[in-house]
């Protein structure tokens, strides 16, 4: 048997929303999965790093035994479009495609709020995983609660800087306690962003995406990152959040100016190579997965 899952790029946080807001972009990874052998490649990268392999693995089994059932062997071959640890969720894809093939394979259904448990017990934290399975722009608790608002009419520009950050790196500069000042600054932001998705007010957008738990403390490591934003900004982007722990930046820009702000940051790439530019739209496509025979 073979099995065919697609799994969204995702972008967490989005400034204040940290560790709940994410939301899926139209960049997909492909995984082809194939009963009958062993093995796992990815195609468009030059390494091969053994986390997709193990995170897709352990949510197969993972679903599967939560299915009643156990997985078989499969052989894995993953088309890479996500680029790995860039803070656009290529983690979160491995597992959701998992957590997917599982249902396919096994032939039996798991309620959404299992998947998403699942998901976020191997990633970590539900933000990214809840926007991977579900598509659209996700708010989702520790505890499982989890709403989903359409994808906006806004381009999301990634400026990847080219370096690769794990995430539980990108955590460690953040410190364990936070004044009672900047997190109610944030409990209004977050109020504010869910409100500029859900009412598609986006020019709240450049205050909703405002933060103080986690940016202040990361975006001077991240290279180019003021640049970046400084650019977006001055070409007219809404806002330009960290993508989920980083280095990857995304500005968020309606469609009148996104072509002046993907030209303004591919001209801060073209002055940093390796870094890139990512030119995408918000996808209301989550991970679907389908029998190719
Ligand atoms: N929200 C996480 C963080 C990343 O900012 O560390 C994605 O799970």
Redesign the pocket.
């Known amino acids: 048997m073979r099995v065919a899952v697609r799994a969204p790029a995702t972008t967490?946080?989005l400034g204040a929303g940290?560790?709940v807001f994410g939301a899926a972009l139209a960049l997909e990874n492909l995984f082809t999965i194939e009963t009958g052998r062993e093995g796992f490649r990815l195609q468009g990268v030059p390494v091969q790093p053994d986390l997709g392999r193990n995170l897709f693995h352990a949510a197969l089994d993972r679903t599967a035994a939560e299915l009643g059932g156990q997985a078989p062997k499969v052989a894995v071959t993953v088309d890479v479009a996500v680029p790995l640890r860039s803070?656009l969720?290529s983690s979160?894809s491995a597992i959701c495609a998992g957590v997917a093939a599982a249902q396919v394979l096994l032939s039996k259904h798991l309620a959404p709020a299992a998947a998403l448990r699942i998901a976020a017990e191997l990633?970590?934290?539900p933000?990214?995983v809840a926007a991977c399975l579900f598509g659209g722009v996700t708010i989702a608790t520790d505890d499982g609660l989890v709403r989903r608002l359409p994808a906006p009419d806004l381009r999301a520009i990634v400026f990847y800087p080219g370096t690769e950050l794990g995430?539980e790196a990108?955590?460690r500069s953040l410190g364990r306690e936070v004044l009672r000042a900047d997190a109610v600054f944030n409990l209004g932001r977050a109020s504010l962003l869910v409100y500029a998705f859900a009412l598609q007010d986006y020019d709240l957008l450049s205050a909703a995406c405002e933060d103080r738990l986690?940016e202040p403390q990361r975006l001077p490591a991240l290279p180019y990152a003021q640049e970046a934003r400084e650019a977006a900004l001055s070409a007219g982007a809404l806002a330009m959040p960290i993508s989920?722990?980083g280095p990857s930046l995304l500005a968020l820009a309606r469609p009148a100016q996104a072509d002046a702000v993907a030209l303004a940051l591919q001209a801060v790439a073209a002055r940093h190579a390796p870094a890139r530019v990512l030119d995408l739209a918000f996808a209301d496509r989550g991970t679907e997965a389908q029998a190719l025979d």
């Open positions: 967490a946080n940290f560790d803070g969720g979160a990633d970590g934290h933000d990214n995430t990108a955590r986690h989920g722990s």
